[in-house]
């Protein structure tokens, strides 16, 4: 049955919405959007194979997800939509106001047409929606963005209150810190706060609007990762406060795992809900879990459990579970192998950790392992030729794991250029 969404009438676009994409554009306008690109990005672009490329980038993720051999080395980054946000400009030639309006709209073929600019000039073979409101939300309308004196602002409609919108997405979008309010003191307190809303229900309300879309342009073709959850150990610090959190590990343990267990029985929720919509792969963001933040019978003790139900519900609907870890693993990468989730990501050595390639491949027990090159020393600011060293050097030790693909440790940051991010893609294309 097709989704209520997408049977309802949509908004109409704006004149400069439409002079961005639907083509009444100046020729500077066109050389923006379509690109001063090279002949090799633009055969990326537009999906026509190189002679070296014999399989679609989905194709190419299960297979070495698999341990099959691909054509080329599939190319990713964790968390692709933060580079979307990060360069919205860039990608679409849009203001910055724009990028709220977009995330909000009720209007999904718009939606839709900016996902198609987005992934059709930045394109890795795995992709992911971004996270904005359900359908029955953005139906209601209720925050609307007006411009004033040459300004943008929320206006929200309830109370009648207006907040200036951020001119820097990448800022607005990190949350502003940790928070470090109390809101649970004891096993009452966790059930009324976290109280679980089922799949249905979720779905219901249009939760996979935005992915659905992502699906409807590129599920044929690219890896859909639908989205994750954070694990139960991070999203403690939701409830308690950060710094609260590692004081009650040792103080208040016994509610730190009564909050866990609601927080994983709401995670499965939503990994049912993700899995509905199709799609090839759902991540789990094992936070703070890291060697560099807990020791390793504290994870053990406080985050591993949590994990192996997660995964099972994962790929029990038919899903590839992606495991993510920003921190120091080598000390637990045997205990997070027998999770038995199928891909690894992990952080590239920095700070006080090292996560060496070759050192911890061996430790999985047959998972894919994701490259970590470091999306600062080796994209952002090195040469070409260094770069494509340093992707040389990773892929050579991928191709001794055998079950890899080329990425980044963490996300691809604010300041690389698009120019770069698409040299990165093809230099990593690499015959595998």
């Not at 209520?4 to 923006?32: C, V």
């Not at 971004?130 to 029955?136: E, I």
């Not at 935005?210 to 859909?224: A, K, P």
Request: hydrophobic share 35%.
């Amino acid at each position: 049955m097709t989704p209520e969404y997408k049977m309802t009438a949509k908004e109409r676009l704006t004149p400069e919405e439409k002079m961005t994409l639907k083509g009444s554009m100046t020729p500077e306008d066109k050389m923006t959007l379509k690109g001063n690109i090279t002949p090799e990005s633009k055969m990326t672009l537009k999906g026509n194979m190189t002679p070296k490329e014999k399989m679609t980038p989905k194709e190419r993720m299960y297979a070495v997800i698999e341990g099959e051999k691909p054509d080329v080395w599939p190319v990713a980054t964790p968390y692709t939509m933060l580079s979307n946000a990060d360069h919205w400009v860039e990608l679409t030639g849009l203001p910055v106001y724009k990028y709220y309006e977009w995330q909000r709209t009720a209007d999904m073929d718009w939606h839709r047409q900016i996902y198609k600019i987005m992934y059709e000039r930045q394109a890795f073979d795995a992709v992911e929606p971004d996270y904005g409101p359900p359908y029955a939300q953005r139906q209601k309308k209720e925050v609307e963005i007006v411009r004033r004196g040459g300004k943008a602002y929320f206006h929200f409609k309830k109370g009648d209150k207006y907040e200036p919108v951020p001119d820097n997405i990448h800022n607005a979008a990190s949350g502003g810190g940790e928070n470090e309010t109390r809101h649970i003191y004891s096993k009452s307190d966790a059930r009324e706060r976290l109280k679980v809303t089922k799949a249905e229900h979720m779905l219901a309300d249009g939760c996979n609007c935005s992915l659905d879309e992502l699906i409807g342009l590129y599920g044929d073709t690219r890896f859909v990762i639908n989205g994750g959850v954070v694990n139960t150990f991070y999203s403690n610090a939701y409830h308690v406060g950060m710094t609260n959190l590692y004081a009650m590990l040792c103080e208040e343990p016994e509610l730190i795992k009564y909050i866990s267990e609601l927080t994983l029985e709401q995670n499965i929720e939503r990994i049912r809900a993700y899995a509905a919509a199709g799609g090839d792969a759902i991540f789990i963001d094992d936070a703070t879990a890291t060697n560099d933040m807990i020791s390793r019978r504290m994870y053990e003790e406080f985050s591993f459990p949590y994990l192996p139900p997660q995964i099972k519900e994962i790929q029990r609907l038919g899903k590839k579970a992606i495991l993510t870890y920003f921190g120091g693993i080598a000390d637990r990468a045997d205990v997070i192998a027998d999770a038995g989730a199928d891909v690894l990501i992990m952080e590239c050595s920095m700070k006080s950790y090292v996560n060496d390639y070759a050192e911890i491949a061996p430790k999985l027990k047959g998972m894919c392992l994701a490259g970590n090159l470091n999306p600062y020393d080796d994209i952002e600011i090195t040469s070409d030729g260094e770069l494509a060293r340093r992707v040389e050097i990773m892929s050579d030790a991928g191709r001794r794991h055998g079950k890899y693909y080329t990425s980044t440790g963490s996300p691809i940051t604010p300041n690389t250029t698009l120019e770069r991010i698409q040299r990165y893609i093809a230099l990593a294309h690499r015959p595998a």
